[in-house]
Nanobody, 117 residues
Framework: QVQLVESGGGLVQPGGSLRLSCTAS????????MGWYHQAPGKQRDMVAT???????DYTDSVKGRFTISRDNAKRTVYLQMNSLKPEDTAVYYC???????????WGLGTQVTVSS
């Protein structure tokens, strides 16, 4: 059974930084794309950043230049470094992985990020 466990969320002041981590465990085939998504209250879940298994990245426009996604394939872990945080970044952040073969998708349970003074 595949599990994704996120960590690193919390309360931070505007302009602050947080680093999210998500580690996959369990039996699965080779991991393809890994990504972070966020969902604010009353809104849909949207893509924040993704990274392929060869390191290609993609970001939503609102976080470009502030957030950095990275991965450690040996540890089956994806990271999201979030700098210059803004109140509008407040949301639950979820990680998602897609297997390289069969494109199976797995989601974590989410971690809350709150940006407030």
């Amino acid at each position: 059974q595949v599990q994704l466990v996120e960590s690193g969320g919390g309360l931070v002041q505007p302009g602050g930084s947080l680093r999210l981590s998500c580690t996959a465990s369990g039996s699965m085939s080779r991991i393809g794309v890994m990504g972070w998504y966020h969902q604010a209250p009353g809104k849909q879940r949207d893509m924040v950043a993704t990274i392929t298994n060869d390191g290609s990245t993609d970001y939503t426009d609102s976080v470009k230049g502030r957030f950095t996604i990275s991965r450690d394939n040996a540890k089956r872990t994806v990271y999201l470094q979030m700098n210059s945080l803004k109140p509008e970044d407040t949301a639950v952040y979820y990680c998602k992985i897609v297997t390289y073969y069969l494109s199976r998708q797995y989601w974590g349970l989410g971690t809350q990020v709150t940006v407030s003074s």
